[in-house]
């Protein structure tokens, strides 16, 4: 299967756990290339947030705190940036200050924007993937570079009972070539 | 003074002012709070805490009053000031202490009694409204209890999470508690604003009270050598 159609499929088997909610921008809405991906998920796991990336990121590990598994989506990398405080200091932190007493478990969609056929500019196509496996203890970020790894990372992602949370990185230009 | 005209002492809005239930522990009287921090301080001075801790002083038939209104099941977030909070929910007072001993009082955590605390500015807050969205999608009648100093009211995370919660009606109030101080920071000064935001508002979701410490931002007010 292709890319884009292994994503659909991943997405679907995301949504069939009665845990699950879908929450960011463009997520019962059409808006960004992942949206597509989610036509086939029911209306009521989908959660439309207003703009607000550090709340929605607090959000989803409050929603985990309290026994969801939500799949908490940016589009891109350089969106994520707005909500580090919560993955870094909380989510991932969370574990450790609490003497893993609390272990949510979030999964995170996001994406190195695509470059080809149009270039976003520089502020839209980072890849931090890197760095964040350097500012994170226990959330393990995982990096989708060919079809036949989506579906076993968002299955690890949900099923793992290590009490870590999941970075998906996902890569647009991806969706189309591969 | 009496427990019951502490409960009287402080009349706050964002309550619900129902006594159906019973508070979720056995209301500790302010002379109970006070000594624990007093001894919390004592061990700090003496150099037994290798960590920072932020006493509480002065609120205390405020938050005797707050406490009437939170259930055993209800979750409690705060700040890195939180030894109040973690015993009025009814955490034993021995097993708080020695949390703060192993150096945890910034960040007191106890998921059995559902605190959570965050050493981080604002940190706390879309958290509490994740577990206030998800009692009300579950439909349980438990409540978020969300603990801000008056300098993290003003931010736009909390202007952000009060909006969401206020217009999704979610199961939360905020407790601002006002020491006119970030730090050392003078917060209306900070902000050239005489009057802050929600202090003389009577929003629904806010409970809002001013108190005066005699303790520090942080430690107890004596420089310790380790």
Not at chain 1, 152 to 170: F, N
Request: glycine share 6%.
């Amino acid at each position: 299967m292709k890319y884009f159609d292994e994503m659909c499929r991943a997405m679907e088997f995301l949504a069939h756990d009665p845990r699950t909610i879908f929450l960011g921008q463009a997520v019962a809405c059409p808006g960004t290339i992942m949206s597509n991906t989610l036509k086939n998920v029911s209306r009521g796991k989908l959660l439309e947030l207003p703009v607000t990336e550090e709340m929605q990121m607090g959000m989803s590990t409050g929603l985990a705190l309290a026994g969801h598994a939500p799949v908490c989506i940016y589009p891109r990398w350089n969106f994520l940036l707005l909500a580090v405080n919560q993955i870094v200091n909380h989510l991932d932190k969370l574990p450790i200050v609490s003497n893993g007493g609390y272990q949510p478990k979030v999964i995170i969609r996001t994406g190195i924007g695509s470059e080809r056929p149009l270039h976003p500019q520089h502020q839209h196509v980072g890849d931090f993937t890197e760095a964040f496996r350097l500012m994170c203890k226990t959330i393990e970020i995982i990096r989708l570079d060919e079809a036949e790894q989506i579906f076993p990372a968002y299955k690890k992602a949900l099923e793992r009972e290590d009490g870590r949370s999941t970075i998906v990185v996902e890569h647009g230009d991806y969706y189309n070539e591969k | 003074m009496t427990k019951t005209e502490e409960r009287k002492a402080a009349v706050l809005p964002g309550s619900s002012g129902q006594d159906v239930q019973p508070p979720c522990a056995p209301v500790l009287t302010a002379e109970e709070l006070i000594s624990f921090e007093t001894e919390i301080a004592e061990a700090f001075n003496a150099g037994k805490i290798r960590a920072p801790i932020h006493l509480y002083y002065g609120n205390e038939a405020q938050m005797i009053e707050i406490f009437r209104d939170i259930k055993p099941d209800d979750w409690v977030f705060c700040s890195w000031r939180s030894h109040y909070q973690c015993l009025l929910k009814g955490v034993p007072r021995e097993e708080v202490k020695a949390e703060i001993l192993a150096g945890r009082s910034i960040s007191l955590c106890f998921p059995k009694y559902r605190i959570v605390s965050s050493a981080i500015v604002t940190g706390v807050l879309p958290i509490a409204v994740g577990v206030a969205l998800s009692l009300k999608r579950r439909g349980e009648t438990a409540r978020v209890h969300c603990f801000a100093g008056e300098m993290t009211a003003e931010t736009g995370t909390f202007h952000e999470c009060l909006k969401y919660s206020t217009n999704h009606q979610l199961p939360i109030r905020f407790i601002i508690e006002d020491n006119g101080k970030s730090v050392c920071t003078d917060t209306r000064e900070a902000w050239n604003q005489p009057a802050l935001t929600y202090e003389n508002s009577r929003h629904p979701l806010v409970a809002y009270y001013k108190y005066q410490s005699k303790y520090p931002h942080a430690g107890a007010g004596q420089r310790v050598q380790f």
